[in-house]
Each structure stands twice: as C-alpha cells, then as structure tokens.
C-alpha cells in the first residue's frame, strides 16, 4: 500500500482511501468489481489469510456469490490496492500504474 501510495502523491493524484479492512466492504461495491474484472482475480492467495483457510473453505469459493460472502467476512482476502479510475480497476500495485493520468 506504501509504494501505491507515495506512487500516486509522486504523480499529484487525487484519491480518496477506502480502508476496507478497517470500515469493510459492501456486497455491492464487490459486485461492482466483478462486473469489471472476473471474480478470482481479487482473492489475495499469496496473502497468510488464504493460507490460513482450510482446503475446504478454498474448494468451496467456486461462484461469485461465495467469492463475495468469504470476502466480507476476511477482507483481508481482498488483493490490495484496487484502484478504481475512469471505468477501469488496477490490481495490485504493479506496472501498469506508469500509465495513470
């Protein structure tokens, strides 16, 4: 979160924070992002969270819907930090920050 952060001050954006660990999330702001990007992709499985799970708490995450309701309960399996600019989400910090405008 760090490097996204001092990433978007360094370039003067604008954001506004969501700590969604702290205030939660709402079933329909995930949905949101599902509608934009396919489900699995915001499940954090390099995070301690997941691997805390049992094999049966991973092999029952097959839908959106189960998807929405483990990440509610352990937001801390949200893949961290989404950003959410003109239509489009940014996973993860990574690369294709450089090209925020």
């Known amino acids: 979160m760090k ?13 506004d924070f969501h700590d969604y660990k702290k205030v939660g999330i709402s079933e329909e702001k ?12 915001f499940i954090n499985k390099q995070g301690l969270t997941w691997k805390k799970l049992s094999d049966e708490e991973k092999a029952a995450i097959t839908t959106p819907a189960s998807a ?29 920050w450089t090209t925020l405008k």
């Open 3 to 15: 490097k996204a952060f001092d990433f978007l001050d360094g370039k003067g954006l604008n954001y």
């Open 30 to 41: 995930i949905q949101e992002w599902f509608n934009i990007s396919p489900w699995e992709k």
């Open 68 to 96: 929405i309701k483990l990440m509610i309960e352990k937001t801390s399996l949200i893949k961290r930090p989404i950003l959410e600019l003109k239509g489009k989400l940014y996973l993860g910090f990574d690369d294709s």
